[in-house]
Every structure is written in structure tokens, then in C-alpha cells.
């Protein structure tokens, strides 16, 4: 059975799967906008994706934008995403400019986990590991195809990569042409799940088509999907009110 992440009073990789909700404000009015909405919905952690932000170049504005989301949100954890164009984010982004932001921002502690892209490299990525680990934050990588969805055995070398990196959560999100290519992912995300993993795991299929894993990925081993609360950060992304109804059906409880 995979670790648990124990991030403030939420324990990831144990009982239902996490919600977590995007922010994607271009500026500190609308990041506020949004998170008066996240604390009307129930949540468990909130991804601010800096490169919607327009400001992002300014990392000391950053810095105390994130400041000011901590306050605002309260308990609830956040998640720093800073997704790369190569990665279907808003940001093309150099990999000094990357390091730079991030050791900024984990510097902070205000941010309780960070997401680095798995691609950028093992160079950057044992960077910012490292860096995250020696200020107790913990670290998502990921890894998007927003093209295509690769064949199990490269999603399951993908996931076990990312493990022996060091990340906290491995993640992956792929982009499916057919329901055979979601039943690929949730397969992968299996394997990895039953044979390697020691630590949480998220995986999801984007699009419509991938719609039913973002709902179902707990049987297969993923332990948190997102849900949108006011605009989607991802193609097929359903909103916070229909994850969490879905989750209440599925295991048939009224609690939350």
C-alpha cells in the first residue's frame, strides 16, 4: 500500500480521493474572486497556477501574492504550479527563470507543495527537489501529453522515473483519442499502484473522453483529482459541485 502525505490537516493517499480546485486569476482581484468561491465549496487543497498570473515576472510580487492566497485561504494547503507552454500551460519559460521562481517560492513556506515538471529534466528537477526537501515542502512531478496517450509500459516507466527521482506524488495526465486510451491509463496508474508505488500517486485522462477517470481513478490508485470551481485549468475538468456529489455516491455517505 503506497505512503500517505500527511500536509496540514489533510492526509493525502488514504480514504476518498482529494479535491483539489485551480486558481488562475490574472491578477490579485481575481485570485481573490476565486478563492471567495473555493471557500463556499468543499475542497481539500487549492493549485494556484502562476502562469496565468500576469505579474509572474515580478517574483517579489509573486512571492507576496502567495502570501497574501495563505491568509486568505486559511487551512486549506496550496499547491504552486507554474505549467510551461511545453506543458499546455500559459508560460514559456526559461530553466534558469524556473529554478529562480521556485527556490523564491519555497523559500516562502508558503507554499506546501510545489509541481515541477518532469520533463524539464533530471538537472532542474534535483534542483528544486532538493531544494523543496530542505524547506519541508513537499513535491508534485508531473508529466502532460496533451497530444496523445503513450502505451502502458512507457506510462508505468514514467511513473517509477518520477519515484526514483524522489517526488512526493507522481503525476501524469494524457490526452486519449478512444476509450481504449483511458482504460491504458487507468492500467498504468494500476501497476504502478500494486507493484512499485510507496507514495501517492494522481493520474487522469483529459478531455471528455477521460472525463470518467477523473471520478474513478481511486480503484485504480489515483488520490486526488481536481475539480473546478470557478474556470477549468484542463481540458474535460468538471466542476467542484459534481466531484464531490459523484464522490458521495460512490461511497455512499453523507458525510462531506
Known sequence: MAKVLKI???????????????????????????VSVVKTVCCDIVEWRVDHFEEIDDVEKVKETLGELKILLGRIPILFTCRTKQEGGEKEISAEDYINLYREVIGTGNADLVDVEMMLGEEVCSTLLECAH???????????????????????????????QGADVPKIAVMPHNAGD?????AATNEFTEKYA???????SMGWLGSISRISGEFFGSALTFGAAKHVSA??????SDVNYILKVLHNTDNE
Open 8 to 34: 496540514r490537516e489533510m492526509t493525502l493517499g488514504a480514504g476518498k480521493p482529494k479535491i483539489c480546485i485551480p486558481i488562475t486569476g490574472k491578477n490579485e482581484t481575481e485570485l481573490r474572486e476565486e
Open 134 to 164: 530542505n524547506n519541508n515542502v513537499y513535491v508534485v512531478m508531473s508529466s502532460h501529453d496533451f497530444e496523445k496517450t503513450p502505451d502502458k509500459e512507457t506510462l508505468v516507466e514514467r511513473f517509477r522515473s518520477m519515484q526514483e
Open 182 to 186: 483511458v482504460i491504458t491509463l487507468l
Open 198 to 204: 510507496d507514495r501517492p500517486v494522481i493520474s487522469m
Open 235 to 240: 481540458p474535460g475538468q468538471l466542476s467542484v
